[in-house]
């Protein structure tokens, strides 16, 4: 290839990178780029504690002390670690402030004073943060916005954990976790192990059949401890009394105070993304920073993106460099989207941390199968199709029926999916469905890629007439929860991977 293609390549990769965030897209800007001090108490906002009663109760001096302690810790942590500091002081802002709303609506003594008990909690860990960055080993106090993790060395190269989760949000939006685990090095930089169960749990467990739990793995990210939850065979169900959710336990934790004995050893290196770590201008880019599995998931798609375009030809790259860009529009959206998710209407507000980097996960994982497995001498429709928004798994029988299933999505929108299942069979080398209708599923190929439904963008748009209403007599929806959605779709050709899930349906 000539230089000259080589630097128009770079200059079209280049191109790909999501544009930071501004003023348009807050749902997707990094928290770190959020206002650190507290604004609880105000007497002109409606939304803050009044002044006499922030004055009265001691809140004020509260705030001043965590705001004067985050100031001082702030300076004390590595550029690329105070990002994250800064989001967990973001979210943690956002916890209180949500929970002082019950403090202002309700006269209860009790409620003020485990409002002030939060608040000297956060102010003493912070406190004792500044003398913890340096830390080299596993061995000591971690905390994070929603509570902390003390880990003690144990036999054999093991750590025990002990973990203490509290969150209020005020009303009935708060969960407690206390567990413990013990990790051990699952052979490569992570040390993984499950949650132990309590007295009550392990009686119930016997009793019944056994199914594998959430793992809780633990691993150094630089000056941080990261811990993240992987669900086990019923999600992120733990059966533990004394743990109402696990949610928010996958967290970047920061050291408090120094070691309680001789520092152990920990591989502290900071997995680094593709990005600069120091200046994340999305909440997904400062979740790659956080954690290592994500930062290198993150170059593996960049070697597998530089790898692959090059052996495309130009129809194939064009449409797969579009649907990159959406991709990379969808990944910037994954970690809000699932931090705060909208439908969960009742706790909304609430940070569902492991949720949201599960899917993150996920989602990079589904792209690096498509882009390292990109099958462009596929011939014919039989296989695994893939795109930003659409998945699609093509069988042809025995007989020369074609029998085809998937699911498009719209990114964090359950009612925009459409889902695909067609049978039909090849004549004159183009797919006929089985189907009568003016507007039939079609399924065709355009060199590497495939085209799902052309002619859908057309007729989705003459399912209404010009006064909004439904238009009858219109061809049948294909995707039926949105009459205006279009099933059109251009994918991919994927080698089979465990990493691509052609039928999940959940949410993305």
Same mark, same amino acid.
């Given at each position: 290839?000539?230089?000259?293609?080589?630097?128009?390549?770079?200059?079209?990769?280049?191109?790909?990178?999501?544009?930071?965030?501004?003023?348009?897209?807050?749902? =997707?800007?990094?928290?770190?780029?959020?206002?650190?001090?507290?604004?609880?108490?105000?007497?002109?906002?409606?939304?803050?504690? *009044?002044?006499?009663?922030?004055?009265?109760?001691?809140?004020?001096?509260?705030?001043?002390?965590?705001?004067?302690?985050?100031?001082?810790?702030?300076?004390?942590?590595?550029?690329? =670690?105070?990002?994250?500091?800064?989001?967990?002081?973001?979210?943690?802002?956002?916890?209180?402030?949500?929970?002082?709303?019950?403090?202002?609506?309700?006269?209860?003594?009790?409620?003020?004073?485990?409002?002030?008990?939060?608040?000297?909690?956060?102010?003493?860990?912070?406190? @004792?943060?500044?003398?913890?960055?340096?830390?080299?080993?596993?061995?000591?106090?971690?905390?994070?916005?929603?509570?902390?993790?003390?880990?003690?060395?144990?036999?054999?190269?093991?750590?025990?954990?002990?973990?203490?989760?509290?969150?209020?949000?005020?009303?009935?939006?708060?969960?407690?976790?206390?567990?413990?685990?013990?990790?051990?090095?699952?052979?490569?930089?992570?040390?993984?192990?499950?949650?132990?169960?309590?007295?009550?749990?392990?009686?119930?467990?016997?009793?019944?059949?056994?199914?594998?739990?959430?793992?809780?793995? $633990?691993?150094?990210?630089?000056?941080?401890?990261?811990?993240?939850?992987?669900?086990?065979?019923?999600?992120?169900?733990?059966?533990?009394?004394?743990?109402?959710?696990?949610?928010?336990?996958?967290?970047?934790?920061?050291? =408090?105070?120094?070691?309680?004995?001789?520092?152990?050893?920990?591989?502290?290196?900071?997995?680094?993304?593709?990005?600069?770590?120091?200046?994340?201008?999305?909440?997904?880019?400062?979740?790659?920073?956080?954690?290592?599995?994500?930062?290198?998931?993150?170059?593996?798609?960049?070697?597998?993106?530089?790898?692959?375009?090059?052996?495309?030809?130009?129809?194939?790259?064009?449409?797969? $460099?579009?649907?990159?860009?959406?991709?990379?529009?969808?990944?910037?959206?994954?970690?809000?989207?699932?931090?705060?998710?909208?439908?969960?209407?009742?706790?909304?507000?609430?940070?569902?941390?492991?949720?949201?980097?599960?899917?993150?996960?996920?989602?990079?994982?589904?792209? =690096?199968?498509?882009?390292?497995?990109?099958?462009?001498?596929?011939?014919?429709?039989?296989?695994?199709?893939?795109?930003?928004?659409?998945?699609?798994?093509?069988?042809?029988?025995?007989?020369?029926?074609?029998?085809?299933?998937?699911?498009?999505?719209?990114?964090?929108?359950? *009612?925009?999916?459409?889902?695909?299942?067609?049978?039909?069979?090849?004549?004159?080398?183009?797919?006929?469905? @089985?189907?009568?209708?003016?507007?039939?599923?079609?399924?065709?190929?355009?060199?590497?890629?495939?085209?799902?439904?052309?002619?859908?963008?057309?007729?989705?748009? *003459?399912?209404? *007439?010009?006064?909004?209403?439904?238009?009858?007599?219109?061809?049948?929806?294909?995707?039926?929860?949105?009459? @205006?959605?279009?099933?059109?779709?251009?994918?991919?050709?994927?080698?089979? @991977?465990?990493?691509?899930?052609?039928?999940?349906?959940?949410?993305?």
């Amino acid at each position: 290839m000539s230089v000259l293609r080589l630097a128009t390549l770079a200059i079209a990769l280049t191109a790909l990178a999501p544009a930071a965030a501004n003023a348009s897209d807050d749902f =997707i800007r990094a928290a770190s780029r959020a206002p650190t001090p507290i604004r609880l108490c105000d007497e002109t906002d409606a939304d803050r504690i *009044k002044t006499a009663l922030c004055r009265e109760a001691g809140y004020d001096k509260l705030v001043a002390r965590i705001d004067r302690a985050f100031d001082t810790a702030l300076p004390k942590a590595p550029a690329n =670690i105070r990002p994250l500091l800064k989001r967990d002081q973001a979210w943690f802002n956002e916890m209180i402030l949500d929970a002082a709303d019950l403090v202002v609506e309700m006269d209860d003594a009790d409620l003020r004073a485990g409002f002030a008990e939060t608040l000297q909690s956060r102010a003493a860990a912070l406190e @004792s943060m500044a003398d913890g960055f340096g830390r080299t080993g596993f061995a000591g106090r971690w905390t994070s916005a929603f509570g902390g993790i003390v880990v003690t060395p144990a036999e054999s190269g093991a750590y025990r954990l002990a973990v203490n989760i509290r969150v209020n949000y005020g009303s009935n939006r708060h969960a407690e976790c206390t567990v413990g685990a013990l990790v051990k090095s699952d052979g490569g930089a992570w040390l993984a192990g499950s949650l132990l169960p309590d007295e009550a749990a392990a009686k119930a467990a016997t009793a019944s059949e056994p199914k594998k739990p959430p793992t809780i793995k $633990m691993r150094r990210q630089g000056d941080t401890l990261r811990v993240a939850i992987i669900p086990g065979d019923e999600g992120w169900t733990n059966d533990l009394p004394s743990c109402e959710s696990i949610e928010q336990i996958t967290a970047s934790y920061f050291p =408090i105070g120094k070691p309680d004995a001789a520092p152990d050893k920990a591989d502290t290196a900071f997995v680094t993304p593709t990005f600069d770590c120091a200046r994340p201008d999305t909440a997904t880019k400062e979740e790659i920073c956080a954690d290592p599995d994500l930062a290198d998931n993150d170059q593996r798609l960049d070697r597998a993106w530089k790898a692959l375009l090059p052996r495309l030809d130009d129809v194939t790259k064009r449409a797969l $460099m579009e649907d990159q860009r959406n991709w990379l529009r969808t990944q910037a959206a994954q970690f809000p989207q699932f931090l705060h998710p909208a439908w969960e209407k009742q706790t909304s507000q609430m940070h569902f941390t492991t949720d949201a980097r599960d899917h993150v996960n996920g989602l990079q994982r589904e792209r =690096i199968a498509l882009l390292e497995g990109f099958d462009d001498r596929r011939t014919g429709l039989a296989g695994i199709w893939l795109a930003y928004n659409a998945v699609i798994k093509i069988a042809a029988d025995a007989d020369g029926t074609i029998t085809a299933k998937g699911w498009k999505w719209e990114q964090g929108d359950w *009612k925009a999916g459409c889902d695909y299942e067609t049978t039909g069979k090849i004549v004159n080398g183009v797919f006929r469905s @089985s189907e009568q209708r003016n507007n039939p599923d079609t399924l065709e190929r355009d060199h590497a890629t495939l085209i799902v439904n052309r002619l859908d963008d057309v007729f989705a748009k *003459k399912r209404w *007439k010009k006064d909004g209403s439904e238009d009858d007599k219109a061809d049948q929806a294909k995707c039926q929860r949105n009459l @205006s959605n279009s099933s059109t779709a251009r994918l991919f050709p994927a080698r089979p @991977s465990p990493d691509i899930d052609n039928l999940r349906g959940s949410i993305r």
